[in-house]
C-alpha cells in the first residue's frame, strides 16, 4: 500500500534559521505533493502543491522541493519565526479520483 | 468569501446514539471530501462526493457510517449507534473541479460517552 512518511515528529529551531522537513514516499509516484499547515484545534491550511515535473516551488519564506528519483519533497521555511510554530503536513493523490493520502505530520517549534 | 463551514463544531453523543455532522463548501466548489482524525494520528481519507454522488467511499467503515451531499443544501456525515472509538475530529475539505488542493473546514469534534 502507498506509505507516506514525515520523518521527524517534531523539530526545535531558533528564530532566524531555516527549517527544513523531509516527507518520504513508497509504493507509488505521486502526480503532485502538497504541503499544509495545521494548528491546534483547527483545520490544515493549504500551502503549497508541487507537481512531478516540477522541481522546486517557491512562495514568500517557504520553499518546496521534489525529487522522483529519491521519492522526496524537502519543505523548507527560511528566517523563520515563532508564528510560523506549527505542525505541517505532507499529502499526496495516492493515485485515487480526489482523495490525499497524509503523513502523520512534524511539529515545528520556532523559539525567540 | 467564506471558507469551508462545518457544525456543529463540537458534539457530545452518548454511546448508541446517532451523529449528523454538516459541511458547507467554499462557494464555486462541486467537491467535497471528509477525514477523520485521531489524536496522535494522521489524517484518514472517508469520502469523496460531488453533487448527488458518492465518487469514492474507500475510506468508509462499511457499517454505520453513511455520507450525502445533495442537490440542495450542505453534505452530511452521518454516523449511526455511536461507539466510543467513534470519538475523532472529523474534518471536510472542499476544492474546485480539476485543482488538486483542498480547503479545509475547521472540524467537529465529537465525543462519545
Known amino acids: 500500500s502507498q506509505k507516506i512518511e514525515q520523518n521527524s515528529e517534531a523539530l526545535n529551531i531558533q528564530e532566524g534559521k531555516t527549517a527544513t522537513l523531509t516527507c518520504n514516499y513508497t509504493?507509488?509516484?505521486?502526480?503532485?505533493l502538497q504541503w499544509y499547515r495545521q494548528d491546534p484545534g483547527r483545520g490544515p491550511v493549504f500551502l503549497l502543491l508541487?507537481?512531478?515535473?516540477?522541481k522546486e516551488k517557491r512562495k514568500e519564506r517557504l520553499k518546496v522541493t521534489f525529487d522522483t528519483t529519491l521519492k522526496q519533497s524537502l519543505f523548507h521555511i527560511t528566517a523563520s519565526q515563532p508564528a510560523d510554530s506549527a505542525t505541517y503536513l505532507c499529502a499526496h493523490d495516492g493515485g485515487s479520483q480526489g482523495n490525499l493520502i497524509f503523513g502523520k505530520g512534524t511539529k515545528l517549534s520556532v523559539k525567540p | 468569501n467564506a471558507g469551508v463551514m462545518q457544525n456543529p463544531r463540537h458534539l457530545v453523543r452518548r454511546r448508541g446514539q446517532e451523529a449528523r455532522l454538516r459541511c458547507s463548501p467554499m462557494k464555486g466548489h462541486s467537491h467535497v471530501y471528509w477525514y477523520r482524525q485521531l489524536p496522535e494520528e494522521g489524517l484518514k481519507f472517508m469520502v469523496y462526493?460531488?453533487?448527488?454522488?458518492?465518487?469514492?467511499e474507500s475510506g468508509m467503515p462499511k457499517e454505520r457510517f453513511s455520507a450525502e451531499f445533495p442537490k440542495e443544501g450542505p453534505s452530511i456525515l452521518r454516523i449511526q449507534q455511536v461507539v466510543r472509538g467513534d470519538s475523532a475530529a472529523y474534518f471536510c475539505?472542499?476544492?474546485?473541479?480539476?485543482?488538486?488542493?483542498?480547503?479545509f473546514g475547521p472540524g467537529t469534534r465529537l465525543t462519545v460517552t
Open positions: 475539505a472542499s476544492s474546485p473541479p480539476w485543482r488538486g488542493e483542498q480547503y
Open positions: 462526493l460531488q453533487k448527488e454522488n458518492i465518487i469514492d
Open positions: 509504493n507509488y509516484s505521486p502526480a503532485y
Open positions: 508541487i507537481r512531478e515535473n516540477e
